[in-house]
């Protein structure tokens, strides 16, 4: 039997090894590394995310095609590498490893959700890979590896806030969000700006719900009996994708009109509004910083030659596309200015990069890794796109650590030399957080 | 005697008593209702230790609700179900405290453990350690095989002993029940239709096997349609209809009842 | 109809209706009314606060044209040119008018439409109360008076007051002294007396309205005001909870009818036949898709028909969905049978293929499945609050569940499927085709699940992950309720549907739901086969 | 001379004692080649093919957990990924607890999402998981005392079938709920994670992954062992006896709920030690380990590979994920789950005992019928 045993181990052992080692390993051997760069593309195209991803997985192709047709960079062709990591979060890390150690792209677009930003950040920090994170995102974060082109709360919640108190006089605030870290930080920002603004604590409630929440009927109700205490009283809505839907039809349902209660919404775009009818739902608001409905030729031209990338005379835009637009071509200027797609080079050298937005003005890369840019009022239009009802006049710093919570009051961060730093206290004038 | 009086106080007649002491088993005015359906209606009766008793009665007579309501599958919803001379109220436990306690139970379809070999079917059934944890580490003693053997040799299903129990004949799968029964060693054995879907030699060597597991002092109830086998039994019967006992006594005496030719020939 | 549309056909109505007010409003002056210089100069600066303003100043202006202007710039017809900072009125042509003698311009600018928000459309609606209040059609006015009452728009006080003394309708005249009241009692500088007497005809309203408007009382009001006012609140706020439990109790049943059509295919596929259809929810899912195919086909084809899409997607999903489910059943399903928990990883295999195809065919994004008008807006029964849509779907449930029923107790192909499920080999030897049958079974529970489907378009993302959210749900009420029994299923979405309801307010939507399905795992403890158990020894072997 | 089979029956079979080989060389050759070896080596094994391997090792040992209760005992637990994700997080609050000042916040003790959330204090199922040897212990505890608790309650009352299934996927889908509330103090949907190392090794260390996937080869290897010994005593036994009549077991005087008990608190410990080592493989722990679909994904490894066939079960895990990295990938990415999809459906139709079932049976038929005296066949048959 002991034969057997350590036959068994030295046949088999080898067989199995070998071939999965090359199976793994070698299923995708790079064809012409020398000719192209390649871009990865980390976006869900199945599962709960792919409602939202699938779009900026497409966005990144009709780039990365744009960019081929314009010559490529650096001479050099562009090739996207798209992995589909299933709206499972273990799987963007491991996928992640996969574009950066396998592939070895230059560069990654990816990521929805704030967890699965968290799941691959140990993986780009480890392989020193470039991340471009396009959504708005509760902040929080500054990482060396990622360059966050969505918006950080103060460039989304606070404008809206300011825009319905001055122009519907809103005295009463409910803050509706899914329960998990984007709205839990941005309603406690927006609970401390209140507050600083003089509203009372009895004139804000907070509601959470679970992801996919189908049932509204009691919150509905409750907003519909909060509203109803004699002052003004706005819906500040952080519920995320699947949960929009029946949210806005059981709005619809009960008769609230954006006249009575006006709901502003971060997280409603174009393409989540494209499954509802917004008949009922014209008035209320989404901040954003950039809408279809923009009236610019930049946006005209972009918005032409991305029905005609997707064969969809129809297909709408949105925000997160526009960031997606943004981080890419950020990262091609910086690239062309590095003149390598080394990320020690190319990492520095985002610093500063401008490149024009989509709604007529420049966005610059900060050295806090995030993006200047406008905040867009939109109110719902009954075809399903937004009318701008108020604009910023000039563009807005992302605040990554924000000033109203209490961890994160004292920190800032400046990824130039010498600091270098994500999370540097100003208090105790170290790099670390609050501690050390 | 003392206990059976604590354990009974409530009035019972004289007869009652003396059989509730003496008897091995004992039901008293045992009624079971499914959704309205009285499946057992006030059946009484007494199995003496050592006897071997048939029960014979038509489809629906309440044949298979009187052994669950022994074995504690159901829970009778009036009436008494005494075992050992009244000492234990069979009412008040479960399937498997009433096993320890002897009584085993043969179903109607034949039923054994279909993927385990035929000796590891009597391996389970044989007397000994029942609780989980001491069985990880459980090993078979020389006396336990020999028991194994011995019993083997009563079924006579030696020379099967290496195939799975779901490939044994349906005759054989009877066998192997009433081999697990007595691997159990239980004082009482419930047997119900042991010979359904027998051949008339195999029905015969049922019935020898059934009088040498009585000879060796267990107490049997047999329920059987099979009036050839309950003749070649040759125990006291009992007729049961609609839930009660119609007719008691010898064969002849009982398919001489008219009542129970009545019940069974129909008007 | 909807409020929109209400509210279109009520500025439509204005131009005829403004020639008629202009007369009755009091300090209009007639002469310096024609003159619109001024609030179209404003309106043309393109600013909130001034449109809102030139608003104002057109509905007191009293000229007729006035109605057509507010009317353009409700629907979004009102231009103007950022260059010239003239208005025009732009018609259904495209043709740009002079908003005053609304003759065609010559040679038309460069414009832009003139932007309106919330604060605008609140300004027009309340523009169109005060110029109602005097419509010859009553229900018009009625409509009007509750609009003023609502907005509470002291400006519109004078007007009010002189169409309630000419009021003669009884309705409409209560609705207006409400309306009167619900303004006077903010108002500064009246009598305490009256103010009470504001206090006691808002307060014997006893809806949410009037406590908002009670609230309203100023600070500065005498004591005893303030006092009836507190009372008035208080009584309402205990009338309020018993109607709260009662409205939790409605919002349960509407719950457990939603419940009740994801599960009910269910009850059928998994509690009759033992397959466990993990496909279940992705029926359900192309009945949604089938709504939408539908409603797509009548935008393009006949818009007019859009009303009757619903009705016309319920035979066509459950054709749809029911034939998917024969041809599951016939493709895989047919092997399985015995082998209940094979079915599950088949049928798990389905519903991934089925939700990919969807994507592929429609996108991940969701779909738009409009609802027709008499599945939009709520009424009032006393205090309950009840939109027609969940009232629909209550109704929709219970009809479905009905004629469930009815075809398994009443027609023939539901006995056969009674007998087959019961006891397939006699079912064969007694000449019913059971494979038919089972394919008959299976289809007829996936086209229930194809209509459950239809019903929850209205209320739910039409996406591929729509029947994902459903699946859970569905197997705990079929399981609670009691597998193999259609009523078991009824009682058990019913009673999941509530009891989630009434446990909502106090534990929050998160919490109330575990500590349910905790209630559920510990129910299945004490009836290991559910409420309504068939029992017997039949079961067990 | 007696005719009984006095020999101990084989603890490993032949398929057994291959894969026993094939783990435990793996557990070797592995780490050595992907540290040993220069890049540039063609057997060279790049680290996120270890991190990958690693993680099909863990979920091999999570469907011989699940095996072991649906294959030998039958019950068909929809919510095992409860058991998995507990011990994972047992593991995640150990790893966060190590994390120290290093965290964006800096704050020594509590992690990142608690200064977030503005929790002063750790609470107190926080404590003691800075200490390895506690945290080891609740790997086990958790997922032991929610298996005990839960199928004391359940087997007690008897509830089989469709029904514990459907109540453990009650189980599991409330733990998803609860864990995805912030309120609890697990993290919420961000759930743990950036750990930085573990029993003071770099986490993100070349020499760490191997470590880790020796270790998960050993605990697979080890979780082998134990489940073939459990069923070929007679408390295993007794189990499959339990599968095919628990009423008959009950009737020979077993408690059977005892020995459900026992096999399901067994397996939810194995299930909670592969996710406490599949949590510093893949760096995350977040509730959606909780989701139904997850569970349901373990019974379909386990229904691919062979049910009630132990190696089976593993071998499913690894191939079905296999099929599920190389598809997620490149051209197919969009397709995968019809192929996914339609596996699960050909397996059922074509091979309805699994890939190793479908090979004994084709084994058994090519072998000579055994003599009456051949010792019982090695393998249990797989369940119907």
Known sequence: MSNLFTHARRVAGRALLGATALAIAGSAVPANAQDTIKVGVLHSLSGTMAISETTLKDTVLFMVKEQNDAGGVLGKKLEAVVVDPASNWPLFAEKARELLEKEKVAVVFGCWTSVSRKSVLPVFKELNGILFYPVQYEGEESERNVFYTGAAPNQQAIPAVDYLMENEGVKRWVLAGTDYVYPRTTNKILEAYLKSKGVAAEDIMINYTPFGHSDWQTIVADIKKFGSAGKKTAVVSTINGDANVPFYKELGNQGIKATDIPVVAFSVGEEELAGIDTKPLVGHLAAWNYFQSVDVPENKAFIEKWRAFIKNDKRVTNDPMEATVIGFNMWVKAVEKAGTTDPDVVIPALIGVAVPNLTGGFSAMMPNHHITKPVLIGEIKDDGQFDVVSQTPGLIVAEEWSPHLEGSKDLISDWRSPMNCGNFNVKTGKCGGAGN | MSTTETLEPAPVDAIAKKDLTEALLYLDGVTVTFDGFRALNALSFTVDPGEMRAIIGPNGAGKTTMMDCITGKTRPDRGDVFFAGGTVDLTKLDETQICTLGIGRKFQKPTVFESHTVLDNLRLALKGQRSALPNIFRKETAEQRDRIDEIFETIKLTEHRGRLGGALSHGQKQWLEIGMLLAQDPKLLLVDEPVAGMTDAETAQTAELLREINANGHSVVVVEHDMTFVRDLGVRVMCLHEGSVLAEGTLDQVSANERVIEVYLGR | MTTIARFRSFCCALAFLLSVASFCLPGADRAQAQDLSGPLGQIATDNYGNTEAALGELALSGSPAAAGIVSALADGNLVFSPSTRQVFIRNAAGALLDPVTLQPVADAPAVKPVRVNNRIRRAIEAANGALSLVSPDAAKRLDAAQAVGRSRDEAALPALETALAKETDPRVKTAMTLARASIVIAKEGITPAERIAAVELVGAEGNQDALAILRSVPDSAAPEVKQAAADAIAGIERNLAIWGAAQNVWYGVSLGSVLLLAAIGLAITFGVMGVINMAHGEMVMLGAYTTFVVQELIRTYNPALFDASLLIAIPVAFLFTGLIGVLIERTVIRFLYGRALETLLATWGISLIIQQAIRTAFGPTNREVGAPSWMSGTFDLGHLAITYGRLWIVIFAFLVFVALLGVLRLTRIGLEMRAVTQNRRMAASMGIRTNWVDAMTFGLGSGIAGIAGVALSQIDNVSPNLGQSYIIDSFLVVVFGGVGNLWGTLVGAMSLGIANKLLEPYAGAVLGKIALLVIVILFIQKRPRGLFALKGRAIES | ?384
């Not at chain 4, 209760?69 to 011990?87: C, D, E, N, Q, R």
């Not at chain 4, 506690?134 to 199928?151: D, E, R, S, T």
């Not at chain 4, 295993?236 to 020979?252: C, H, P, S």
């Open chain 4, 1 to 384: 001379m007696s005719t009984l089979d006095t020999r101990p029956p084989a603890l490993l079979g032949t398929s057994g004692q291959i894969f026993l080989a094939i783990t435990l060389g793996v557990a070797v050759l592995v780490p050595a080649l992907n540290l040993l070896l220069p890049p540039d080596s063609p057997f060279y094994i790049p680290t996120y093919v270890v991190s990958l391997l690693g993680k099909y090792l863990t979920y091999a040992l999570l469907a011989l957990s699940v095996d072991l209760i649906w294959g030998y005992v039958g019950i068909l637990s929809l919510g095992h990924g409860a058991f998995f994700a507990l011990g994972g997080y047992a593991m995640g609050m150990y790893l966060m607890r190590q994390i120290g000042t290093r965290g964006v916040y800096g704050d020594p003790v509590l992690p990142d999402f608690m200064v977030f959330l503005n929790w002063k204090e750790l609470p107190w199922f926080w404590w003691g998981f800075d200490m390895f040897p506690y945290a080891a212990l609740m790997v086990l505890f958790a997922p032991g005392v929610l298996a005990l608790v839960f199928g004391w309650f359940a087997f007690r009352s008897r509830v089989t079938g469709v029904y514990l299934s459907i109540i453990t996927q009650a189980m599991t889908f409330a733990l998803l709920l609860a864990f995805f509330r912030n309120d609890m103090g697990f993290g919420g949907n961000n759930g743990l994670t950036d750990f930085k190392d573990i029993l003071g090794f770099n986490i993100q260390s070349d020499g760490t992954r191997a470590t880790l996937f020796a270790l998960s080869a050993l605990a697979l290897a080890g979780g082998y062992v134990l489940c073939r010994f459990l069923v070929r005593s007679h408390f295993g036994k007794v189990l499959v006896a339990i599968r095919d009549a628990e009423t008959r077991v009950r009737f020979t005087g077993y408690r059977a709920e005892n020995y459900k008990l026992v096999a399901f608190v067994v397996s939810a410990m194995l299930a909670g030690i592969a996710g406490a080592l599949y949590v510093p493989q893949v760096g995350i722990i977040n509730p959606s380990e909780f989701s139904p679909a997850n569970s349901i994904e373990i019974i379909v490894w386990v229904a691919v590979g062979g049910r009630g066939t132990l190696v089976g079960a593993a071998l499913g895990a690894v191939l079905v994920n296999y099929a599920k990295t190389y598809f997620t990938s490149g051209l197919l990415a969009p397709y995968w789950l019809f192929m996914l999809g339609g596996l699960f459906v050909a397996v059922t139709l074509f091979l309805p005992k699994g890939i190793v079932g479908t090979f004994y049976e084709w084994r058994e038929k090519r072998r000579p019928p055994p003599d009456e005296a051949a010792p019982p066949l090695a393998e249990p048959r797989p369940a119907e």
